[in-house]
């Protein structure tokens, strides 16, 4: 069960000073990875800008999490109660006040009737097959390389069957393209941070993983792949760690967070993908008067 404990917030504000009190995975890799960019950082961390509509990849995810701790956290549990608990997470998710959602007509239908297909299979066929020794442990790993600790929530420890302890962490995707296999696993800044925790805590943990439930029109498909863990993908961790870590500190004392994925021209960088594309100077405003200005330049003024 999740700790009661609540951490202070991961970013304040002391005398005009930005003050890191602990980082998360994947607030990390929203700094420097992929799907990150370091202005969208400074909103969502810092500035606590409004975000606008969040889509139906976080929806999917959301429901699936709740499907997985109500499959976990008791002793015996009915398939149906999985499949309940997700689609009461997805309409209970969209009625709220607090958040906006705009989520795809196609999207909703095939998580309204997937999402629960996928949740009753998981306890059919894949829970039976789960030694679950822990769910949602939290962790927080000290690297003398930073001053603040990386913290976290494994989403569970597991009993191999064939020994050992695996880290397992749940994901839910309505993409086609998405995997989560075991090159993901093998380079998962979140889960070698796990095995990190573990080492620490003298875990015997063994292996990291994903199961994961891709929810798609026609089907769903249950999925699970895990890679041993290794010291070289544990180095590379703490190496990624201190430099990003190194250009996080020094953002945060400059006060310089550069529009990296407007620079990179990625994808993130659109309505679809980042929740701020709608006030961000570089987002819908500069596409605006990027127009604006073609258009004048058309019309010869
Ligand atoms: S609109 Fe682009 S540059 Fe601005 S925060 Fe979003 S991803 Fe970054």
């Known amino acids: ?28 890799e929203a700094f420097a990875g992929p799907y990150g960019c370091e202005l969208a950082w400074y909103y969502r961390y810092i500035e606590r800008r ?33 499949a309940e608990a997700f689609l009461d997470e997805i309409e209970h998710t969209l009625a709220r006040t607090d958040e906006e959602w705009d989520v795809a007509s196609g ?29 949602q442990k939290k962790i927080a790993v000290r690297f003398k390389e930073v001053d603040w600790p990386v913290i976290g929530y494994i989403d569970r420890l597991e009993a191999r069957p064939a020994g050992g302890v695996a880290i397992a962490d749940d994901k839910a995707t309505l993409s086609t393209s998405r ?14 941070v796990y095995a990190l925790a573990c080492a620490q805590e003298s875990i015997a943990a ?30 590379r961790t703490v190496e990624i760690i201190a430099a990003v870590g190194d250009r996080i500190e020094h953002a945060c004392e400059t006060g310089v967070f550069v529009p990296t994925a407007y620079i990179d ?30 258009s004048a330049r058309e019309a010869g003024l």
């Open 206 to 235: 063994s292996s990291i993983g994903y199961r994961s439930a891709r929810l798609l029109k026609t089907k769903q498909e249950l999925k699970q792949a895990f890679v041993p863990i290794t010291e070289e993908a544990k180095a």
């Open 1 to 28: 069960m999740s700790d009661p404990v609540r951490h202070p917030r991961a970013i304040t504000i002391e005398n005009g000073k930005i003050h890191i009190n602990h980082l998360s995975p994947s607030s990390i």
């Open 107 to 135: 999207d909703l239908s095939v998580m309204r009737n997937r999402g629960p297909l996928a949740a009753k299979a998981y306890v059919e066929r894949e829970l039976p097959q789960i030694h679950a020794l822990a769910t």
């Open 179 to 192: 995997k989560w296999d075991e090159d993901a696993a093998n380079t998962s800044l979140q889960l070698n």
């Open 50 to 82: 409004p975000a606008g509509a969040f889509g139906g990849a976080l929806l999917a995810g959301r429901g699936w999490d709740t499907a997985m701790l109500t499959a976990h956290d008791q002793p015996w549990v009915e398939p149906d109660e999985a």
């Open 265 to 294: 021209q990625r994808w993130k960088c659109s309505q679809k993908f980042c929740s701020w594309y709608s006030s961000c100077e570089f987002g819908a405003k500069a596409r605006m008067s990027a127009s604006l200005a073609q």
